[in-house]
């Protein structure tokens, strides 16, 4: 579904990213882990096409289209998902006319008419059960007041709703407790299906204990330096990012 | 200097003309317009028209506006105009009492003034004049003074007539009351439109004021409103600016306010040539309290200015300005938000906020929040902002499937919000609401009739916003 080979971005004239290599099939749960301050928000950006990136070399191909051709929405548009770290505050605009527009801008990219007023209202009510959320919750304007804990389920509910081919969801255990947590990993894996994938980018074990990767990466100083099954992340917790360093 | 002449010019013909009709008109005027008319013809012939050498003027040129040959209507308008005919209103189920005048006049030459069960009288400044001298000389030219502004003072020496309200004590007005200026001329038309609202104590009023015009001649319209709001009274103000790129629109409110009243006034300006918006709020009463708002959406060469000027003289008052604007293409603009903490004014609350988005790099606004304290134990904040549409917002947005260009109208859609989510009035607030949507999609142009009058497609709409429909 996805490949990224030999990718190089900078940012400011900053190299960040220095040649990642990642395949991601269809069906997979991949976990990519890392200190802070490695690459792994950059890879995100770049994959969902973030301004002010620039790629120097390599290339990302997605569903065997070039990613690096289009523009944010049309990669959105094509089934890339970016659950963001930091959700950004829209006052004035309902989540509900927020996701509207999104799903209808969609449509139209694929030559579909809008969705009808009462499939969508039926398809919000079914996702809103799925993920545990409160009623009020899709009335309010897009995470205006939220807490941390409401941003990030107001991400994995607009992921359920917009349901991506590929969803690359970053940082989205930083900031939460046990209980939002386990809603959003449980969100996660009830998504979860043989034709989509899921990218989660952590700095820490604890959100794989909800969510099991079928593939942990470790990216380092902006390349993956290890990649393993799920005990890799286990691993890691036990011996930290030193092993890491040691071992290259 | 040629813009001085012109000013010259327009004044000396200005001053012909007063002195023809102080023989005729005026000279029949009740004493205390004649007195308040003479002062301000010779505080206007002192002061002339402003000029952006003036420091309450700068950002503002009244010069090329001047520059037009207007004519000066001092006559009344025909019997009966029928203003069903010139006028709808199509909010959906906004019941408002209407009251409109024509290029300056009341319309309704017949019964001038109307008198409700309740003891609201409503009606035509002049008849007003002749029938309550009394109660209109109490307030009448009191609170807008002519001393130093010589738009005032040219209003004040050439008015004739305008809306007259009048709400007793311990009357909550019912319907909304809507204020509708209309212009329709052939000529070229230079407006001094005069508005008075009295409300005794505790007592209530909501009131929308429209600007419009269906000849799209030059128009210059200098319009004030004095407004006495009694002890614990309430006034919800809206003032709502969709005019031509023809038009300079002067709108100067003053506001008298004693202890426990409260006031709301919001400026609504989505398209005109020239827009001046003066709000002077005289807060006179301990705990009262005065939220300025407006928004405007402006662009191509349009400029919009936004003075207020707030005098807390009593002690436990409280004022709140917020004032948001969007300016695209060369358009230009001027917030000046001036507070004054008199030396009494203790435990004075008061609060300034301007935030502006440039669209472009031609785009411009001159902003200048300012607090002058002479109290010691205050709590005043002022703050103004000038910036570009959000980075990680246009990312964010961007990132979900809509495009660049709906990004961008979503982003200003929610600049605005903030203020459009004061109108307290629902209907209203929708109305502006899709307004606001239309205006940022480029569809709003000037409306045939009211402001309020679009033939709305999205009387259906089920949802706030949904921009895939541009």
């Not at chain 1, 200190?35 to 973030?50: D, F, M």
């Not at chain 1, 009462?118 to 409160?134: G, H, N, T, V, Y």
């Not at chain 2, 209109?136 to 007539?161: C, M, P, R, W």
Request: with cysteine.
């Amino acid at each position: 579904m996805l490949t990224i080979k030999n990718l190089y971005a900078s940012i400011h004239g900053k190299e960040i990213l220095k040649g990642v290599n990642l395949e991601v099939n269809a069906g997979e749960v991949h976990a990519i882990m890392g200190p802070n301050g490695t690459g792994k928000s950059t890879l995100s950006y770049v994959i969902a096409g973030r301004q002010g990136y620039e790629v120097t070399s390599g290339e990302i191909i997605f569903k065997g289209r070039n990613l690096l051709e289009l523009s944010t929405e049309e990669r959105a548009c094509e089934g890339i998902f970016l659950g963001f770290q930091y959700p950004v505050e829209i006052p004035g605009v309902s989540i509900t006319n927020f996701l509207r527009t999104a799903i209808n801008e969609q449509r139209k990219y694929k030559g579909l008419d809008p969705i009808p007023a009462k499939d969508f209202l039926a398809q919000m009510e079914e996702k809103k059960k799925m993920l545990e959320l409160q009623d009020k919750l899709t009335n309010r304007s897009v995470n205006e007041g939220f807490s941390g804990g409401e941003k990030k389920k107001n991400e994995i509910f607009q992921m359920a709703m917009l349901e991506p081919s590929l969803a690359i969801l970053d940082e989205t255990d930083s900031g939460l407790d046990i209980d939002a947590l386990r809603i959003v990993a449980t969100g996660v894996n009830k998504l979860r299906r043989p034709d989509n994938a899921t990218v989660v980018i952590t700095h820490y074990q604890r959100l794989l204990d909800y969510i099991v990767p079928d593939v942990v990466h470790v990216l380092f100083d902006g390349r993956i330096v290890k990649t393993g099954g799920k005990e890799l992340a286990l691993e890691l917790e036990e011996k930290g990012y030193e092993w890491i360093k040691s071992q290259i | 200097m040629r813009d001085l002449s012109l000013e010259t010019n327009l004044k000396s013909a200005l001053e012909a003309l007063f002195h023809e009709r102080n023989e005729t008109f005026y000279a029949s005027d009740i004493p205390f317009v004649a007195k308040a008319r003479q002062e301000a013809f010779s505080n206007f012939i002192r002061l002339g028209f402003p000029n952006p050498r003036l420091e309450n003027w700068r950002g503002t040129d009244l010069s090329k506006a001047l520059d037009t040959t207007y004519e000066f209507l001092v006559e009344a308008p025909g019997d009966e105009i029928d203003v069903e005919k010139i006028f709808q209103c199509e909010v959906p189920h906004f019941e408002t009492f209407l009251v409109a005048q024509l290029n300056g006049w009341y319309v309704y030459r017949q019964s001038p003034l109307t008198e409700l069960a309740n003891g609201v009288i409503i009606g035509s400044l002049a008849a007003a004049f002749e029938k309550y001298p009394e109660l209109v000389s109490k307030h009448y030219g009191k609170y807008a003074s002519t001393e130093k502004e010589g738009l005032i003072a040219l209003n004040t020496a050439f008015a004739q007539d305008g809306i007259f309200i009048y709400v007793p004590d311990n009357v909550t007005v019912p319907d909304v009351v809507q204020m509708v200026n209309i212009v329709d001329s052939e000529q070229n038309l230079m407006l001094q439109a005069r508005n008075l609202v009295i409300l005794g104590n505790n007592s209530h009023l909501k009131l929308v004021q429209c600007d419009d015009s269906i000849n799209h001649r030059y128009t210059f319209i200098n319009s004030v409103s004095e407004f006495y709001i009694g002890k614990d009274s309430s006034v919800d103000h809206y003032k709502l600016q969709n005019k031509d790129e023809h038009s300079t629109l002067i709108n100067s409110l003053f506001f008298q306010m004693e202890s426990g009243s409260n006031l709301s006034s919001n400026s609504i300006s989505l398209n005109g040539g020239i827009i001046r918006n003066n709000t002077d709020v005289k807060l006179a009463g301990e705990n009262s309290s005065a939220n300025i708002y407006g928004v405007y959406l402006m662009d191509r060469n349009q400029h919009v200015d936004n003075h207020v000027r707030i005098d807390h003289l009593v002690p436990k008052c409280q004022s709140n300005e917020l004032f948001k604007g969007i300016l695209d293409d060369h358009a230009s603009g001027v917030f000046n938000g001036h507070v004054i903490v008199h030396k009494d004014a203790q435990q004075t609350n008061a609060f300034q906020t301007n935030k502006n988005i440039l669209l472009t790099d031609k785009a411009t606004i001159d902003t200048k929040p300012f607090l002058e304290i002479y109290a010691d134990d205050v709590k005043c904040s002022h703050g103004a902002t000038v910036g570009q549409l959000d980075a990680d917002a246009m990312f964010y947005i961007r990132s979900r499937g809509i495009s660049e260009e709906n990004a961008r109208i979503l982003l200003m859609y929610a600049f605005a919000a903030e203020v459009v989510n004061k109108i307290t009035i629902p209907e209203l607030r929708q109305r502006i609401d899709d307004m606001v949507k239309k205006r940022l999609r480029g569809e709003l142009s000037i409306c045939d009739q009211c402001v309020l009058h679009c033939s709305s497609q999205e009387k259906k709409l089920t949802f706030d916003i949904d921009v895939t429909r541009i």
